[in-house]
């Protein structure tokens, strides 16, 4: 779809969707080059949703390149707009980076340090209401480096309205008749 409709967002959103997947399919050389592309059009366009991502991944790929001083300075481009944006989400996995990261380099208290602050991002409003994967990779961590889930309020219902009761209309104006 994006390239039939040409909206900017949706190319660039495909391209990081393409660098991210060759990624993770070990395919450095084309992550590389569709990452790059997605980071270069999101700044162009100051489109914040597509760069952060896009720049985890990079730092993610520099990291399984062994250069890890190319990846940290890939996250230094994170940390201000993911705090002052909301970018929890973006946030909890440029932590997760970094803490692999620092267990790759040795520094085991600074990998605490950063799956620490994954874990409290990606709680979110607590479960169920979290990022389901960055909890995942933050618990991974900080098990692995045998450090403690610091300790996060349950999910408070009554913080929240409830959902309103709605009845589905299965005759409604888009029923089409067979």
Known sequence: MAHIQRYESDVIEAARRQGTAA??????SKADER???ALARARAVN???EELPALVALA???RRQGDLKAARDLLDDVWEPAERG????FHAEACNVLAQIERDAGDCAA???AATKAYRLAWCDGEPYAYHW?????RKHLAELGASEPFMPPFDESKFEPMPEVEINPDDEFHVDM
């Open 86 to 89: 909301p970018y929890p989400l």
């Open 111 to 113: 990998a605490v340090e």
């Open 47 to 49: 489109l914040a949703e």
């Open 23 to 28: 990624l993770g399919l070990g395919n450095l």
């Open 134 to 138: 960055g909890l995942v990779a933050a």
């Open 60 to 62: 993610e790929l520099r």
């Open 35 to 37: 990452l790059h592309h």
